[in-house]
């Protein structure tokens, strides 16, 4: 049976951990060719051979989603391999310190979320966009987070730009509706990856306490949330765009 994605490229910012490796290997299942972008070398290529192992065809570029060069690069290279562009998920994030409040916050911390959490979106948009233009459309999805719904003491500049990436994609969701280029955000709730790890490192019962504040009692998985990512970038989502999505299990209703 063909997949949701059969004949389609794909391209995942933080492909190489996290929910950027099971958007990276969902996209694969439905038969999209996928671009893995990050930082971590080492991961990305991960994420390649397990699709490959899979059956799948993927390639790893190394971009920093905070540096505009890096970016364009990881598009043309996209382009360069597979023709084109058709669906992207801008995955990439940090937390950055936790625990600190507002007037608490570093700089230079504060400077390097704006940098690789909202700016990284952006520069994603501004060279993802202009490829799918040329091609008559595609489907373009942000990860937000809880975060960007509600506040969330002891991160204010991660919640500052995830509500940031929700403003981004709407605004980029009407621009571009009419030449056929979807563009939506997932808001994650507490999702089991390395990112949740390191935030509870010093927090043995941190994974207890965020499964309470899960109205299902237990943290996500990043397959939970890729599925939604991949729905999204489906013709099957062919009515859907501008929409801030929590995929949280009702953490922000509660
Ligand atoms: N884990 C959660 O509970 C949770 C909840 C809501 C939202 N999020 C968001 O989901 C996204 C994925 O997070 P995760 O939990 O899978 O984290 P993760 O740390 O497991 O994966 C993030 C990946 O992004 C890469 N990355 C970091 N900075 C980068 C940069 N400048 N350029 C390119 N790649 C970069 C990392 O190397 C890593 O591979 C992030 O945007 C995060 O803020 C996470």
């Known amino acids: 049976m063909a997949g949701s994605l ?3 490229v794909a391209l995942v910012t933080g492909g190489g951990s996290g929910m950027g490796r099971a958007t990276a290997l969902i996209f694969a299942r439905e038969g999209a060719r996928v671009v ?3 930082v971590n070398a080492e991961g990305g290529e991960d994420t390649v051979s397990m699709i490959n192992d899979a ?7 190394y971009a920093d989603v905070s540096r505009a060069a890096d970016v364009e690069a990881m598009v043309n290279r996209a382009v360069e391999t597979y023709g084109r562009l058709d669906c992207a998920h801008n995955n990439a994030g940090i937390e950055g310190p936790v625990g600190l409040r507002t007037h608490e916050y570093p700089d230079d911390a ?7 959490n909202l700016k990284g979106v952006w520069l994603c948009l501004r060279y993802e966009i202009p490829q799918m233009l040329k091609q008559g459309g595609g489907a373009i999805v942000n990860t937000s987070s809880a975060a960007g719904l509600v506040g969330m003491r002891g991160a ?5 730009t995830k509500h940031g990436v929700a403003g981004l994609t709407k605004t980029a969701a009407l621009e571009y509706a ?16 390395p990112m949740f790890a390191r935030i509870n490192v010093d927090n ?4 207890e306490q965020a499964s309470a504040m899960e109205p ?11 599925e939604v990512v991949v729905w999204l970038c489906s013709d099957a989502a062919s009515f859907v765009t501008g929409n801030v999505m929590p995929v949280d299990a009702g953490f922000v209703i509660g």
Do not use: N
């Not at 059956?55 to 570029?61: H, Q, S, W």
């Not at 009419?178 to 990856?193: E, K, L, Q, S």
């Not at 299902?216 to 890729?226: D, N, S």
């Open 6 to 8: 059969e004949s389609k």
């Open 36 to 38: 893995v972008a990050d």
């Open 55 to 61: 059956g799948g065809e993927a390639i790893f570029a």
């Open 110 to 116: 504060w400077g390097q979320l704006m940098s690789v």
């Open 156 to 160: 204010s500049a991660y919640a500052a």
């Open 178 to 193: 009419r030449p056929g280029i979807g563009v939506d955000a997932v808001c994650p709730g507490f999702i089991h990856t």
């Open 204 to 207: 043995p019962r941190g994974e």
């Open 216 to 226: 299902v009692g237990r943290l996500g998985t990043p397959e939970e949330v890729a």
